[in-house]
């Protein structure tokens, strides 16, 4: 099942930050197990080079996997997400290298993606996850 976020009409602007996603995910489910396979940001300091962070990401030559609070760091040190395709799981991260994103969707607890920072796209077969997500504001079952 797919759920869409969109921003907030009277603005057109995107207010549903991946924290509050991560927020509404972990608050009743423990998926503790997250990996980025696209990314395309800018950071808040020189902590890290989000620069060589997002071509190894996106060329496939790295995958960054994290826990739960790990991801949540790493998010506060990021200003503004383009894009972002995320994974989690209940269980160890699955490997995603040269996979379709429909292998992806398929074999994965949750995909969440951010398309051109307009709008998330947010796949899971868990209805009581579709359920946490859709008390989120702009969101809606496709």
């Not at 292998?103 to 920072?117: K, M, R, S, V």
Request: proline share 1%; hydrophobic share 45%.
């Amino acid at each position: 099942m797919e759920v869409l976020i969109y921003g907030a009409r009277e603005i057109d602007i995107l207010d549903v930050s991946i924290s509050d996603i991560l927020n509404a995910i972990n608050k009743d489910f423990s998926l503790n197990y997250w990996s980025i396979l696209w990314i395309d940001a800018i950071s808040k300091s020189n902590k890290f080079n989000i620069l060589e962070i997002e071509e190894n990401v996106n060329k496939k030559k790295n995958i960054l996997n994290f826990n739960y609070k790990d991801l949540m760091n790493f998010n506060e040190d990021i200003s503004i997400y383009n894009e972002l395709f995320l994974i989690g799981n209940y269980e160890k991260n699955y490997n995603p290298i040269h996979k379709t994103d429909a292998e992806i969707f398929e074999n994965n607890d949750i995909a969440i993606e951010l398309i051109d920072n307009s709008f998330w796209v947010i796949k899971t077969k868990n209805i009581d996850l579709i359920n946490s997500l859709m008390k989120l504001p702009g969101a809606k079952i496709e």
